[in-house]
């Protein structure tokens, strides 16, 4: 990752993580769950990119078939790129440094009270549950090849399409 020192820098640790292990359906369903319990930082998963994510989450989660699962990582990487940012994680984290309809951040940027404990523990947990939302894309695309394969073993992606997934959040 090219911005690996920023977004440490604001509350995310880009280490494995735990339910590392865990199924790629397993682990798309705690991400859900994740993004749903955000208590100041929901619009982070609001914009197009963001749905077109949960979208292809939820895909995962369920174990759809094929084309249902392609149409949905198609929808995510056409969002990703273009917002021309290098990957989800950069587009996370410029909506949590831009604080758009984000309470915590209003309170802050006003200056007229210091931010309560309550406050402070609400934007922890909001970091840490972005933090584990994002996932690598070379992550997304070997659940999404894993899930594809499960549904049509027989079907191979062309050459391109897997070279231009791959380069999805390399960060060239």
């Given at each position: 990752r090219g911005r690996r020192g920023v977004p440490a820098g604001i509350g995310f640790d880009l280490g494995g993580g735990e339910g590392a292990h865990d199924t790629p359906d397993r682990e798309a369903a705690m991400l859900m769950e994740d993004a749903a319990s955000l208590l100041f930082m929901q619009d982070c998963m609001r914009g197009e990119v963001a749905q077109a994510y949960l979208v292809l989450l939820q895909q995962i989660s369920v174990k759809a078939g094929s084309a249902?699962?392609?149409?949905?990582?198609?929808?995510?990487?056409?969002?990703?790129?273009?917002t021309g940012l290098p990957s989800f994680l950069d587009h996370v984290v410029d909506e949590v440094v831009s604080?758009?309809?984000?309470?915590?951040?209003?309170?802050?940027?006003?200056?007229?009270?210091?931010?309560?404990?309550?406050?402070?523990?609400?934007?922890?947990?909001?970091?840490?549950?972005?933090?584990?939302?994002?996932?690598?894309?070379?992550?997304?695309?070997?659940?999404?090849?894993?899930?594809?394969?499960?549904?049509?073993?027989?079907?191979?992606?062309?050459?391109?399409?897997?070279?231009?997934a791959e380069e999805l959040g390399a960060g060239k």
């Open positions: 249902k699962l392609l149409q949905s990582y198609g929808n995510f990487f056409r969002a990703q790129v273009a604080g758009r309809n984000n309470p915590l951040a209003e309170v802050c940027a006003r200056g007229d009270r210091a931010p309560r404990p309550v406050e402070l523990a609400a934007a922890r947990a909001d970091l840490e549950y972005l933090q584990r939302l994002c996932v690598h894309e070379s992550t997304l695309l070997k659940w999404v090849e894993s899930n594809g394969n499960y549904a049509n073993p027989s079907r191979e992606q062309s050459r391109s399409w897997t070279a231009a």
